[in-house]
């Protein structure tokens, strides 16, 4: 795995939309590439020049923060509300704090550190990403505390950029979760994508310029257990397994040409002092 170091100077993403601590450039397994850059025209400040998996915070205290106050983005910093506008994650928004990093690392993993104190928001957020020492696989552990007087509710997801040894979406991508998924695809989109039994799979194709989302996927009944999913390119024989160790809220799916990603999404909520830990784990095959 390649990782990116954080910096707001030289850093390989500089946007505000996702988290900065460990971004991948890459995945490799063997002789396959699970993830790489599979967007065109690289910008470190566009929203989404990101790869593999990635998490993004909802924004906290924005909504009742007035132009020129300041609201939280976790793993990003303290942000500038600049109007009245409604916040858009694919807008690119004025870092007033960038708070306190720091990486330790070792030949098998990398931990990162973000200490952010503010007025309203202050938190200690901790994020481990570490081969596993035998199988294909590596984990992601996330340990948060909430160091400010307000409480912290936010959701957070990863939203798996995967390319699984071809930059092309269509019928060899296989989508499967252990639940049956229902949900609601958006109106407009090409219609090649459709949901089966046990996840999502494709008619046709996509080409450039055309995209599928559906943005409810759900269980048909909470289990209180963590959530799973697999993405595959039957093709390449590319296969990665997913768990998280806490519930899932909801799902989102997106994909383009050239990438299939889900999306799910977690609850946060902390009060002043209170700690929340959780952990991803990435099987290869």
Same mark, same amino acid.
């Given at each position: 795995?390649?990782?990116?170091?954080?910096?707001?100077?030289?850093?390989?993403?500089?946007?505000?939309?996702?988290?900065?601590?460990?971004?991948?450039?890459?995945?490799?397994? *063997?002789?396959?590439?699970?993830?790489?850059?599979? +967007?065109?025209? &690289?910008?470190?400040?566009?929203?989404?020049?990101?790869?593999?998996?990635? !998490?993004?915070?909802?924004?906290?205290? &924005?909504?009742?923060?007035?132009?020129?106050?300041? +609201?939280?983005?976790?793993?990003? *910093? @303290?942000?500038?509300?600049?109007?009245?506008? !409604?916040?858009?994650? +694919?807008? @690119? &928004?004025?870092?007033?704090?960038?708070?306190?990093?720091? %990486?330790?690392?070792?030949?098998?993993?990398?931990?990162?550190?973000?200490?952010?104190?503010?007025?309203?928001?202050?938190? !200690?957020?901790?994020?481990?990403?570490?081969?596993?020492?035998?199988?294909?696989?590596?984990?992601?552990?996330?340990?948060?505390?909430?160091?400010?007087?307000?409480?912290?509710?936010?959701?957070? &997801?990863?939203?798996?950029?995967?390319?699984?040894?071809?930059?092309?979406?269509?019928?060899?991508?296989?989508?499967?979760?252990?639940?049956?998924?229902?949900?609601?695809?958006?109106?407009?989109?090409?219609?090649?994508?459709?949901?089966?039994?046990?996840? %999502?799979? +494709?008619?046709?194709? @996509? #080409?450039?310029?055309?995209?599928?989302?559906?943005?409810?996927?759900?269980?048909?009944?909470?289990? *209180?257990? *963590?959530?799973?999913?697999?993405?595959?390119?039957?093709?390449?024989?590319?296969?990665?397994?997913? #768990?998280?160790?806490?519930?899932?809220?909801?799902?989102?799916?997106?994909?383009?040409?050239?990438?299939?990603?889900?999306?799910?999404? %977690?609850?946060?909520?902390?009060?002043?002092?209170?700690?929340?830990?959780?952990?991803?784990?990435?099987? @290869?095959?």
């Amino acid at each position: 795995m390649e990782l990116c170091i954080p910096d707001s100077r030289t850093g390989y993403y500089r946007g505000t939309r996702f988290d900065w601590a460990g971004i991948f450039r890459t995945v490799t397994c *063997g002789n396959a590439v699970y993830s790489e850059e599979w +967007f065109e025209d &690289y910008d470190p400040l566009r929203h989404d020049c990101v790869c593999g998996p990635v !998490d993004e915070f909802s924004q906290v205290g &924005y909504e009742n923060a007035l132009p020129g106050d300041s +609201f939280l983005k976790i793993g990003v *910093g @303290l942000l500038k509300r600049p109007d009245y506008a !409604d916040y858009d994650r +694919f807008r @690119l &928004y004025e870092i007033v704090r960038e708070g306190t990093r720091t %990486i330790e690392h070792t030949k098998t993993s990398a931990k990162f550190r973000h200490f952010l104190m503010g007025e309203k928001y202050g938190y !200690d957020y901790e994020k481990e990403i570490s081969l596993a020492k035998k199988e294909k696989a590596f984990s992601i552990e996330c340990r948060m505390i909430n160091l400010g007087p307000e409480i912290i509710d936010t959701s957070v &997801y990863n939203h798996n950029f995967w390319t699984l040894g071809q930059r092309c979406v269509g019928p060899n991508t296989m989508i499967d979760f252990p639940f049956r998924p229902s949900g609601k695809w958006r109106e407009g989109g090409c219609g090649k994508a459709f949901l089966t039994e046990t996840g %999502i799979r +494709f008619s046709d194709r @996509l #080409e450039n310029g055309e995209s599928v989302f559906i943005g409810d996927l759900r269980l048909e009944a909470e289990s *209180g257990r *963590g959530y799973g999913f697999s993405a595959a390119n039957a093709k390449t024989g590319c296969r990665v397994e997913a #768990e998280c160790s806490m519930q899932m809220d909801h799902a989102v799916f997106w994909a383009n040409s050239q990438v299939a990603c889900v999306e799910p999404y %977690i609850k946060l909520r902390l009060f002043p002092g209170e700690s929340a830990e959780w952990s991803l784990n990435y099987s @290869l095959a």
